[in-house]
């Protein structure tokens, strides 16, 4: 009789395995939304993370200490390769370090990741004009100009050959 109704019991699982699958749905359901909620708070975290130490960055920087300013700001774009805030700041001392190999880098890196952002190609652009890359310095100068028409400095940056 038992072994009856475990087979009784299989047979009616197996028949219902598609109903099955739904209250089992049902009930990860609220699994699924916790990871979730854990996902957006390790992201809220991981944001405030971010801007706590992008802060600390420009705190060391205006209170006279670059180097420190620069190192954390390294750590904070080897933690959020993403960060192109912290890619521009990280260019800017880089190139007055006169590292410009690494400005350049972070600067590409950065259009990369924003390309319809107007004052990352500028900064690309102005990087590349000093460096005698022309060609190279007037698409991102144009692109910048022409992202952002209004924007007067963007239209002086221009060489007057592209006006």
């Known amino acids: ?5 475990i087979i009784m019991c299989l047979l009616l699982a197996a028949s219902g395995c598609a109903s099955w699958k739904q209250q089992f749905g049902a009930l990860a359901a609220p699994g699924l939304q916790r990871v979730e909620r854990k996902e957006k ?3 809220s ?6 801007e706590a130490q992008f802060a600390a960055a420009l ?5 006279g200490d670059p180097t420190e ?3 954390l700001l390294e ?3 080897a933690r959020r390769p993403n960060f ?4 521009l700041k990280l260019a800017e001392l880089l190139w007055a370090d006169e590292d410009i190999a690494g400005a350049e880098l972070q600067l590409q890196a950065a259009v990369a990741l924003t390309p319809e952002r107007a004052d990352v190609h500028h900064a690309l652009g102005v990087l590349l004009e000093s460096l005698a890359r022309t060609d190279e310095a007037i698409m991102h100068l144009s692109r ?3 992202l952002e028409p209004a924007n007067e400095l963007y239209a002086l940056s221009l060489p007057a050959t592209t006006h």
């Open 84 to 87: 192109v805030e912290g890619r």
């Open 144 to 146: 910048a100009a022409e």
């Open 41 to 43: 708070v390790v992201q």
């Open 59 to 63: 705190q060391r920087i205006e209170g």
């Open 45 to 50: 975290f991981e944001s405030g993370r971010t």
């Open 69 to 71: 300013g620069r190192k």
């Open 1 to 5: 009789m038992r072994r009856l109704f």
């Open 75 to 77: 750590a904070l774009v």
